[in-house]
Structures are given as structure tokens and as C-alpha cells.
């Protein structure tokens, strides 16, 4: 494994531990959950621009996955 993928597993479970404290511990609003989200999908986007010409070449049932496990998410 990579010292860039074992950084991001660092990365991702202590964000995911503190995302869990602060969810269940303060009662958070949504607006707080908006604002989180948003904040972790733009410090994580840097990750795309290596894979960026790859990701063009996904084909359609990929992003029917993708768009699917959105909906998902989302009602989780």
C-alpha cells in the first residue's frame, strides 16, 4: 500500500471518528451537517485531479451507480 492511500485511511477515520462525536454529542442542526459536508467535499477534491481523465472515460452504468448510491446516501 501506498504512503498517499495509507494516508488518506488515516485521514478518513479520525475525520469519520470526530464526524460521529460531534453528531451525537452537541445535536447538531442540518445546517451544520450542510456546511460539514460541504467543507469535507472540497478539502477531498484535490483527490480527483490525478483521476480526472479517467473518471471521463466511466461509462454510463457506473454513473447510474454513483448517482444511485447518492439517493442512497442521502436518505441514510
Request: charged letters at 10%.
Given at each position: 500500500m501506498t504512503?498517499?492511500?495509507?494516508g488518506l485511511l488515516?485521514?478518513?477515520?479520525?475525520?469519520?471518528?470526530l464526524w460521529?462525536?460531534?453528531?451525537?454529542?452537541?445535536?447538531?442542526?442540518?445546517?451544520?451537517?450542510?456546511?460539514?459536508n460541504t467543507l469535507g467535499t472540497l478539502a477531498f477534491a484535490w483527490a480527483l485531479i490525478p483521476t480526472a481523465r479517467a473518471i471521463?472515460?466511466?461509462p454510463?452504468?457506473?454513473?447510474?451507480l454513483i448517482g444511485l448510491t447518492g439517493i442512497f446516501q442521502t436518505g441514510y
Open positions: 504512503l498517499a492511500a495509507i488515516v485521514v478518513s477515520a479520525l475525520t469519520h471518528a460521529n462525536l460531534q453528531g451525537k454529542r452537541d445535536q447538531p442542526s442540518p445546517a451544520w451537517f450542510l456546511l460539514a471521463a472515460w466511466f454510463p452504468q457506473v454513473w447510474m
